[in-house]
């Protein structure tokens, strides 16, 4: 389609909208749809093209663009512009985010707010608030099985509430992130609800089937997600008489994008959020948009339409607010989710590293960095304007999907190697520390995921019930070797709450009978405020680890070559226990900052010589940025401690002086 003839089209279906939007202030509204438009409607064509409905619903959509629009708030408009002037802002070395429910971190929404000068304290700038829409209660799928995509759990507050958070977070020069969980709805939705009563037109919102011959069809090729609570990907609904699509549980009806008004409710609810305040919209389960017979009906061409899709919608209304991706696949499948044949992310901005979470842990249980080099090794480069959200826990279980390629060439046998990860991280394995629990295990395949604290996967919940003081200290050490890890990376480091003060597993859900065969609830706490105040206590497990963690933030904020432009480079240092890679900045060629990290229990050695002939460290002292010291060096060696790492830097004579990361302060 020629672009003139998609605006002649534009102005056919601005004539037909609604006199009462005509009359508004729309500017910069129609500058940006004019923009937007033509990428608008071709996706919108190649997806819903061939229906009769087709310009009725583009008229549709076009209208619910034009009333989010006129429902954002001038404070957020007036945001929009300021990140569309400045539009690589979000990649900055500034951001630092901490993920947390409301109600285990504070209770509720307000309690939160209360709380944001102690997330200020630590450095975090940047806070997810995990799913707090309205659920129905024991079947929730902790907050992603959603009955309204327009309220909230009144435990956790008020929509008013999330709008107070918003505004105060504002004003402390902090970013909110929501989920809209974009897969699915709860069976009780109101959408569910009039499907079930026999209403045609909310049964096509979902994928029903009279008998099993489509659903059989489907099911010959679609792995399952819930083996042990949830097996297959149908589920019999006896009040509507059909088989309902529920990849997840039984009770969570997948949505079906085939049908325009499923994109478009969808579309409204995210922008819905978007002018409530979130400056960043989490979407869930987006790998799982699109469900074709004889796929996976994983990572469909068509579920990276939509997303383009829906960023391009936003663009017009929102351009402020930036996509999280969640997508927990295989890294040549994560990458698309930014967008493929493109500078820019025309899909997320933000993406999960899951690669990256799951090989640190192989580093930690196998003690050497093998796997972890050779894996990041095939992460393929991201967009320009695209970042990677790097983390060591989140709410979910560690998934163990490593390229077997990856595991093959480190010389382990791919099955065995899973099987070892597993054992180690829920101390089945003799001499690990680890306590964590198995979820997700699949009997047919043997497949199985991890839950688990990283403290008590790290080894600090067995040191502190032995009494181990070295033990304890060397798990602190490796507790924050980790966190260094994710924010020297490159992208924005998510903190999970409870790490910052090392929390252990959270048992008690064995006692709740509606969360009791969900293991990942031992990861999900409720924080213990009054052991948080031990962080301000010498000689504690809890300042050590919120204080380390500090430091270490300050200093990524004050190092410009943290900052996220791709411009990190993997070091082969022939060492399989160290991880190293070089970080530097396009403008600023002196910041470079050489990132190493001991994986093994004995110091291990870094040789100068490899790097002085690259052009590093041959002039000046070296310094650490993170102590503000100057590491061992014997024979041109650094010496690399257990469980240690280093972010090291050029300290030529009179360059720090003043101190400028303010490094050289203890806490």
């Known amino acids: 389609m020629y672009e003139q003839v998609s605006h002649a089209l534009l102005n056919d279906i601005l004539d037909e909208l609604d006199r009462e939007i005509r009359r508004e202030d729309l500017r910069h509204f129609y500058t940006r749809l004019g923009a937007n438009f033509y990428a608008i409607h071709s996706l919108f064509f190649h997806l819903y093209g061939h229906r009769e409905d087709f310009k009725t619903q583009m008229v549709h959509l076009t209208e619910r663009l034009a009333r989010a629009y006129i429902d954002r708030p001038t404070a957020l408009k007036q945001l929009d512009m300021a990140r569309e002037e400045d539009h690589t802002w ?136 819930f083996p042990e609570t949830a097996p297959g990907n149908f589920t019999w609904d006896e009040e509507m008489g059909k088989w309902v699509m529920t990849v997840f549980n039984n009770y969570q009806w997948d949505l079906n994008y085939s049908n325009p008004a499923v994109f478009i409710e969808m579309l409204d609810i995210i922008l819905f959020w978007a002018n409530q305040g979130a400056d960043i919209v989490r979407l869930d389960a987006v790998a799982f948009l699109w469900k074709k017979i004889g796929t996976t009906s994983q990572n469909e061409r068509e579920a990276h339409l939509i997303l383009q899709l829906m960023k391009d919608c936003c663009q017009v209304t929102a351009p402020g607010v930036l996509f999280i991706a969640e997508a927990i696949v295989a890294p040549s499948e994560i990458i698309k989710y930014f967008g493929e044949d493109a500078v820019i992310a025309k899909e997320c901005e933000i993406a999960y590293n899951a690669t990256f979470m799951a090989l640190l842990w192989d580093a930690v249980a196998t003690k050497n960095a093998k796997l972890l080099n050779q894996g990041i090794k095939s992460l393929p480069n991201k967009l320009d304007r695209a970042t990677w959200l790097n983390y060591l826990r989140c709410h979910d279980d560690i998934g163990l999907g490593f390229d077997d390629a990856d595991i093959r060439a480190c010389d382990y046998d791919p099955y065995s190697h899973r099987r070892f990860l597993v054992d180690w991280y829920t101390g089945a394995f003799e001499g690990s520390p680890a306590r964590g629990r198995p979820f997700g295990v699949n009997l047919k395949t043997g497949d199985a995921r991890i839950a688990g604290a990283l403290a008590s996967l790290a080894g600090l919940e067995s040191a502190l019930e032995a009494e181990d ?46 969360k009791a065969s969900d293991a990942r609830w031992v990861h999900r706490p409720r924080i213990d405020w009054a052991r948080a105040e031990r962080r301000h206590v010498s000689g504690t497990v809890e300042r050590s680890l919120f204080d380390g963690l500090k430091r270490l933030i300050a200093v990524r904020k004050d190092t410009p070559a943290f900052a996220d432009f791709n411009n990190r480079e993997l070091i082969d240092v022939e060492n399989p226990h160290l991880f190293v890679f070089l970080r530097t900045h396009p403008s600023l060629a002196a ?75 203890h806490p």
Request: contains cysteine.
């Open 591 to 665: 910041s470079s900052v050489l990132v190493a990290a001991n994986f093994d229990a004995k110091p291990q050695y870094l040789d100068l010589d490899t790097l002085n002939r690259r052009g590093l460290f041959r002039y000046g002292q070296i310094i650490d940025l993170a102590s503000g010291e100057s590491p061992a060096v014997f024979n041109n060696r650094v010496v690399v401690p257990p469980y240690h790492f280093y972010w090291l830097a050029n300290h030529r004579p009179g360059a720090l002086l003043n101190d400028p990361f303010g490094v050289g302060r």
């Open 469 to 514: 003081q070295p033990a304890i200290d060397q798990v602190v050490d490796l507790i924050l070797m980790l966190h260094a890890m994710i924010l020297s990376f490159g992208g924005i480091p998510l903190l999970w709450y409870g790490d910052e003060i090392g929390t252990l597993n959270d048992n008690s859900f064995l006692n709740d009978t509606h």
């Open 90 to 225: 979000f990649l900055s070395q500034q951001w630092v985010g901490m993920a947390l429910y409301s109600d285990g971190f504070a209770g509720n929404l307000k309690g939160l707010n209360d709380h944001l000068p102690y997330l200020q304290e630590l450095g975090v700038n940047i806070v997810h608030v995990m799913p707090i829409l309205k659920c129905p209660q024991g079947a929730s799928d902790g907050g992603y099985a959603v009955s309204d995509f327009r309220d909230i759990d009144p435990r956790a507050g008020s929509v008013e509430d999330v709008g107070a958070l918003a505004d105060s977070m504002r004003r402390r020069g902090m970013l909110l992130t929501l989920d809209v969980v974009v897969n699915h709805t709860s069976n009780e939705h109101e959408w569910a609800q009039r499907a079930r009563e026999g209403d045609p037109e909310y049964q096509n919102f979902y994928y029903c089937f009279p008998n099993r011959d489509v659903p059989d069809m489907f099911e010959a090729t679609m792995p399952e997600i």
